[in-house]
T-cell receptor, first 115, second 116 residues
């Protein structure tokens, strides 16, 4: 079964500190995504990647960096965490071919609190 | 630009009652449409999706949705809800992003509460 695993499950960070959120998928999917969920906003796309060693900006990339060192792994990096980045972060993967094309498979999320 | 509107932030129904969750989309072309469900402390899971053809699509757990091009809608329905259906439901529309990749644009979600 397709699987996307995120770590940590939750994290408390200090303002100005560096935060790295990790995502690992065993779906053999080419595409991976980082979304942010805020109450009243649904999910918004931060960064995505369609191949290892390459990342693309989504709708709200400011304050975030992404890294895709391999097909399976995709990280989201907050170099200088701010209060406004308190949210739940979801990683997802997808493929553009086959019966599951266009479907996103999500991890369970990382709840980040910045103090 | 594509967008999705879910006008109801919260819906409460009694167990066994029928359900409709509303979704309106805005797109210059017929988009790919999705309904996802998020159970407490979990990620989103696909309920159903529409690409083309029969406007009524069946999903998991007895859910179905009907696409209406004239109304720009993709409402989710269930004939008889169960308490375990309590969750947040997201409508989403798909578009190609920057020439590659599949970007989903999500609505703000509808919290469904099922009363016993």
């Amino acid at each position: 079964e397709a699987a996307v695993t995120q770590s940590p499950r939750s994290k408390v960070a200090v303002t100005g500190g560096k935060v790295t959120l990790s995502c690992h998928q065993t779906n053999n999917h080419d595409y991976m995504y980082w979304y942010r969920q805020d109450t009243g906003h649904g999910l918004r796309l931060i960064h995505y990647s369609y191949v290892a060693d390459s990342t693309e900006k989504g709708d709200i990339p400011d304050g975030y960096k992404a890294s895709r060192p391999s097909q399976e792994n995709f990280s989201l990096i907050l170099e200088l965490a701010s209060l406004s980045q308190t949210a739940v972060y979801f990683c997802a993967s997808s493929d553009l071919g086959g019966p599951s094309a266009e479907t996103l498979y999500f991890g369970s999320g990382t709840r980040l609190t910045v103090l | 630009a594509q967008s999705v509107t879910q006008p109801d932030a919260r819906v409460t129904v009694s167990e066994g009652a029928s359900l409709q969750l509303r979704c309106k989309y805005s797109s210059s072309v017929t988009p790919y449409l999705f309904w996802y469900v998020q159970y407490p402390r979990q990620g989103l899971q696909l309920l159903l999706k529409y690409y083309s053809g029969d406007p009524v699509v069946q999903g998991v757990n007895g859910f179905e949705a009907e696409f209406s091009k004239s109304n720009s809608s993709f409402h989710l329905r269930k004939a008889s809800v169960h308490w375990s259906d309590s969750a947040v439901y997201f409508c989403a529309v798909s578009m190609r992003y920057g020439g590659s990749g599949n970007k989903l644009i999500f609505g703000t979600g509808t919290l469904l509460s099922v009363k016993p």
